[in-house]
């Protein structure tokens, strides 16, 4: 399974970003995505996660009620909108299918990893 991740930019604080990881060599409907970030210097951190179906989603706390994950089953595809940008959302972010259906905040659950996507966001 190959990864592409794009949609990031330089952004302002309050601004918006859509963010899509299409994925291609097999098709991951079966299979739960997640999306994750990394600041310079930091941890890899997870962001959102959504099962098989896209009927279940979760959403890391820091950015809950300003981030969505979905995803379309039909294009391969899995979706991060994220909306009210703020400074501290600057990273790199990586999308990753699992290693099964459901959602998961591991990263050890993800077998596949995008190259990522860099998001700026400026004050």
């Known amino acids: 399974v190959q990864l592409q991740a794009f949609g990031g930019g330089l952004v302002q604080a309050g601004g918006s970003l859509r963010l899509a990881c299409a994925a291609s060599g097999r098709t991951v409907s079966n299979f739960g995505m997640g999306w994750f970030r990394q600041a310079p210097a930091n941890e890899r951190e997870f962001v959102a996660t959504i099962n098989w179906s896209g009927g279940s989603t979760t959403i890391a706390d820091s950015v809950k009620g300003r981030f969505t994950i979905t995803r379309d089953n039909a294009k391969n595809t899995v979706y991060l909108q994220m909306n009210d940008l703020k400074p501290e959302d600057t990273a790199t972010y990586y999308c990753?299918?699992?290693?099964?259906?459901?959602?998961?905040?591991?990263?050890?659950?993800?077998?596949?990893w995008g190259q990522g996507t860099e998001v700026t966001v400026s004050s």
């Open positions: 990753a299918v699992a290693t099964a259906s459901a959602m998961y905040r591991d990263p050890l659950r993800y077998s596949y």
